[in-house]
């Protein structure tokens, strides 16, 4: 059972600049989580997918950030006209419903973004 | 008041020792909590989850629940220097908005020392 991938680990951009960011979950997951961490700060919530619907948003998620799960399996998340206080450590996550399970969260590696 | 809180740290315990992390959270309702461990630059791991009041042990680990003091514990026995790292709590709650995402703490900084 491989664990969340997300890609790239870290990027680096301009202000102004559009940035993505892949998030593959644990296979038959169907919830996927974006998260976001500032240094000294625990994760804070972005939205998530239930398959491949958007069922949540924070209101942290400005209408410079979108998220999609096209097809109920990866997920991106795009940041449009990045701004320095966009630099932070991007997590993703993933967890299953079913019956018997609790709906844990297993988070991936994370992408750091550094806006310059 | 902050819907988690952690004391931030770091909390310091020698090798060997019991570390005793502290979590309490404002929404009385909340259902599910979780223990993370984060090293520094790192994403967070699962280390626990616990749902009913009492304790629940894994290893050397055991998290502690009392919902009526809104107050939930993570001990660490016979601590190591690999256990050095952050701990976050972190809670799901049932109501609207709240019953999927997890509400975390600041996270506690534990330093195990030789």
């Known amino acids: 059972d491989t664990g969340v991938s997300q890609d790239p680990r870290h990027k680096i951009t301009k202000r102004g600049q559009n940035v993505t960011f892949r998030c593959d979950p644990i296979?038959?997951?169907?919830?996927l989580y974006w998260y976001r961490q500032t240094l000294g700060q625990g994760p804070e919530f972005l939205t998530y997918?239930?398959?491949?619907?958007?069922?949540?948003k924070s209101r942290l998620l400005s209408n410079r950030f979108s998220a999609e799960r096209p097809k109920g399996s990866f997920s991106t998340l795009e940041i449009q006209r990045t701004e320095q206080g966009d630099s932070a450590m991007y997590l993703c996550?993933?967890?299953?419903?079913?019956?018997?399970?609790?709906?844990?969260?297993?988070f991936g590696p994370g992408t750091r973004l550094t806006v310059l | 008041q902050k819907e988690v809180e952690q004391n931030s740290g770091p909390l310091s315990v020698p090798e060997g020792a019991i570390a005793s992390l502290n979590c309490t959270y404002s929404d009385r309702v909340s259902q599910s909590f979780f223990w993370y461990r984060q090293y520094s630059g790192k994403s967070p791991e699962l280390i626990m989850s616990?749902?009913?009041?009492g304790d629940k042990e894994d290893g050397r680990f055991t998290a502690q629940l009392n919902k009526a003091s809104q107050y939930v514990s993570l001990l660490i026995r016979d601590s190591q220097p690999s256990d050095s790292a952050t701990y976050l709590c972190?809670?799901?709650?049932?109501?609207?908005?709240?019953?999927?995402?997890?509400?975390f703490g600041t996270g506690t900084r534990l330093q195990v020392t030789l």
């Open positions: 972190a809670v799901k709650g049932i109501r609207a908005g709240t019953a999927s995402k997890l509400t």
């Open positions: 996550a993933s967890s299953y419903t079913g019956l018997g399970k609790g709906d844990t969260q297993y």
């Open positions: 616990i749902y009913s009041n």
């Open positions: 296979s038959e997951h169907n919830r």
């Open positions: 997918f239930q398959n491949e619907a958007q069922l949540e």
